[in-house]
C-alpha cells in the first residue's frame, strides 16, 4: 500500500512496509512515538516538491475542490507504471475518486486512514529527509495567504460592503448636516432674524449669508442668481427693517467659514448619493426599481448583506428596523407594527392610511423575491422588479378606488348565505303503547286531528260539542240549569285560553262526560 500525504512543500508518497499495522489502528500511536519505530513502519518512496508558491497554491485549490493537479498528476503516474495491483490510501475521498478516474488507480479513504496521515504528521519532519524546518513553515506561511486571498474571490460587481458603508455615511452627513444648519440659523439669526422666515430652503439660506455678510449690504447686492425676483425684493425690504442685534467682523467671518463647510458637506453628500444609486443598481437593481436607492441600502445595511437579506422571508423585511416596536407590542400585549424600514418606500408613503399596510405587505412580498433573483441570480436585470412595481401600482390603484378584488385578476369571492335549518321534533305517545281497554279513544283522536291539522282548532272544538251534546241526548244525563251553566262556563274559557289549552279543555269534557254516562247506565 501507498499512503498520499500532502504537505506545503509538496507531495510525499510513503510505502506502507507492514500492512498488519493498518487494520489494527487503536494503538497505532504508539508505533510513531519515535522515528526510528516510524521508519519501520513507513518508508519515504517519491516527493514532489513544488517549484513556487504559485505552483502550490493551484495544486491546493485543485485538492479543495476534488480535483487532480498537474503535480499530482505527474507524481502518481510513476507509481501507476511501477506498481499497477497497489492501493493508494489518500485523506480526501473526493480527491480519491478523481484519482480513480484520471489514472484507474485503487484508493481508500476511511478513517484508518486518517488515524495513520494524523501519526505521520506527528514525524512529518524526520520521515521527509532532506527538508529544512525553516523551508517548511515558509511554504506553510506563503501558501496560507495566498489560499486566503484565493478564497476571498474578490468581485467589484458583488460587494455589498461598499454600499453599506455609503448608506451610514449618508445618514450621518444628513444629522450633521441638520445640527451644523441648526447652529447657523440660531448664530445668524441674532443678526437677521427676519431672514430665516423669509428663506426656509437652507441651501439658499446658507448661499445668502456667504453672499451678503451683514444685513447692511443687502440692498447692494445682486441675489438674482440665488433667489426668485419676490424673494430678493422681500429680503431686501426685511433687511431696512430688521431687529437684529449688530455684530463684528469677526463674528460674520467666522459663520461665512461655517457656510463654506455645510455647503463643501453639502456637495459630497449629493456625489455620495450618486454614487450609491448607481452601486444599487448594478447590485441589486429589481430590489432598487420597487423600493428605491435609499430604502433598498438601508435594508441591506441592517441586514448586514445582501444575502442575508435574500435568506429573510418577507415578513420579517415588511418589519426590518422597528425591531424595539416589535417587541414592545408583543411584551405589552398589543397591536404589532405594519412596516419598518419599508415605510419610507415611495409606494407605501403615497397609499391611504387604511390602505398603508396592505401596499406594506405586498411590497415587501414582491422585493424578498427581488432580493433573491438579486443575490443568487446570474445575468440580472430589472425586468422583474419593473414587472412587480406594475403590478403592485395597479394593486395600490384598485384599494384607493375601494374595488376589493385580487391582484391576479380573478373575481371577487361570493358573499356566503345564511342558511337556516327547520327541525322537526316528534315526540312518543305513551297512550298509543298501552295494552289495556282504553277509555280515552276520543283523547287520542283529537290530539291526532290537533296535531295533523293545527290551523282548524276552532272547527274541532266545535265538533267535539255536537259530540257531547248527542251522547247527552242519547244517554239523558243530568239536564238541569246547573249543568247547562257549567258548560256555558267551560265554553266561554276556551275562547279565552290559547288554542292549545282551548283543545285541552274540550278534550277533558269530553272525557269526563263519557266516564258520566257509562256510571249512568250501570245505575239504571
Excluded at 484565493?150 to 461598499?162: A, E, H, Q, R
Excluded at 437684529?244 to 456625489?271: A, F, W
Aim: charged share 30%.
Amino acid at each position: 500500500m501507498f499512503i498520499l500525504y500532502e504537505t506545503p512543500a509538496g507531495y510525499a508518497i510513503f510505502k506502507l512496509l507492514d500492512d498488519n499495522k493498518f487494520k489494527e489502528i487503536d494503538n497505532l500511536y504508539l508505533e510513531f512515538e519515535t522515528p526510528e519505530k516510524a521508519s519501520k513502519i513507513v518508508k519515504l518512496k517519491h516527493f514532489e516538491k513544488f517549484a513556487d508558491t504559485t505552483e502550490a497554491l493551484s495544486a491546493a485549490t485543485a485538492a479543495v475542490e476534488g480535483k487532480v493537479s498537474k503535480t499530482l498528476k505527474k507524481a502518481l503516474k510513476k507509481l501507476v507504471v511501477d506498481d499497477v495491483q497497489n492501493e493508494l490510501l489518500v485523506a480526501d475521498a473526493k480527491l480519491g475518486n478523481a484519482i480513480k478516474d484520471k489514472l484507474s488507480l485503487q484508493c481508500v479513504a476511511n478513517t484508518s486512514v486518517q488515524e495513520l496521515m494524523r501519526c505521520i504528521r506527528s514525524q512529518s519532519e524526520n520521515l521527509l529527509s532532506g527538508l529544512p524546518k525553516k523551508e517548511m513553515t515558509a511554504m506553510s506561511l506563503g501558501l496560507a495567504h495566498s489560499l486566503s486571498r484565493y478564497k476571498l474571490k474578490f468581485s467589484p460587481d458583488k460587494i455589498d460592503t461598499m454600499i453599506v458603508q455609503a448608506q451610514c455615511l449618508l445618514d450621518d452627513l444628513d444629522k450633521e448636516l441638520n445640527n451644523y444648519m441648526m447652529r447657523v440659523r440660531e448664530w445668524y439669526g441674532w443678526h437677521f432674524p427676519e431672514l430665516g422666515k423669509i428663506l426656509t430652503d437652507n441651501v439658499a439660506y446658507i448661499k445668502t449669508i456667504k453672499l451678503v455678510g451683514m444685513r447692511d449690504n443687502m440692498a447692494e447686492t445682486d441675489l438674482s442668481d440665488i433667489l426668485i425676483d419676490e424673494l430678493e425684493q422681500k429680503v431686501k425690504e426685511a433687511a431696512e427693517i430688521s431687529m437684529g442685534t449688530e455684530i463684528s467682523e469677526e463674528d460674520i467671518t467666522n459663520i461665512q467659514n461655517l457656510c463654506d463647510e455645510i455647503l463643501s458637506i453639502h456637495e459630497y453628500r449629493s456625489h455620495l448619493s450618486e454614487y450609491l444609486k448607481t452601486r444599487m443598481m448594478a447590485m441589486a437593481p429589481n430590489l432598487t426599481v420597487l423600493v428605491g436607492e435609499t430604502v433598498g441600502a438601508r435594508l441591506i445595511a441592517h441586514a448586514g448583506s445582501l444575502v442575508n437579506l435574500a435568506k429573510h422571508p418577507a415578513s420579517t423585511v415588511q418589519i426590518l428596523g422597528s425591531e424595539k416596536a416589535l417587541f414592545r407590542a408583543l411584551k405589552t400585549k398589543k397591536d404589532t407594527p405594519k412596516y419598518g424600514l419599508i415605510y419610507h418606500a415611495s409606494m407605501v408613503t403615497t397609499a391611504s392610511i387604511k390602505n398603508k399596510g396592505r401596499i406594506s405587505r405586498s411590497l415587501a412580498a414582491k422585493a424578498s423575491l427581488a432580493t433573491r433573483v438579486d443575490a443568487f441570480g446570474d445575468d440580472v436585470t430589472m425586468q422583474l422588479g419593473i414587472d412587480h412595481r406594475a403590478k403592485l401600482e395597479t394593486r395600490l390603484r384598485i384599494l384607493e378606488e375601494g374595488k376589493n378584488t385580487k391582484l391576479s385578476g380573478g373575481k371577487a369571492k361570493a358573499k356566503l348565505q345564511k342558511f337556516h335549518a327547520t327541525s322537526e321534533v316528534k315526540t312518543f305517545k305513551v297512550e298509543k303503547d298501552s295494552t289495556l281497554p282504553s277509555t280515552s279513544k276520543l283523547k287520542i283522536k283529537a290530539e291526532e286531528d290537533a296535531d295533523s291539522a293545527r290551523p282548524a282548532k276552532k272547527k274541532k272544538v266545535q265538533e267535539v260539542e255536537v259530540k257531547m251534546e248527542e251522547e247527552e241526548a242519547v244517554d239523558e244525563p243530568e239536564t238541569t240549569e246547573s249543568a247547562k251553566k257549567k258548560k256555558k262556563k267551560k265554553k266561554v274559557k276556551t275562547e279565552d285560553q290559547p288554542e292549545e289549552e282551548a283543545v285541552e279543555s274540550v278534550v277533558t269534557e269530553v272525557t269526563s262526560s263519557a266516564k258520566k254516562s257509562k256510571k249512568s247506565k250501570k245505575t239504571e
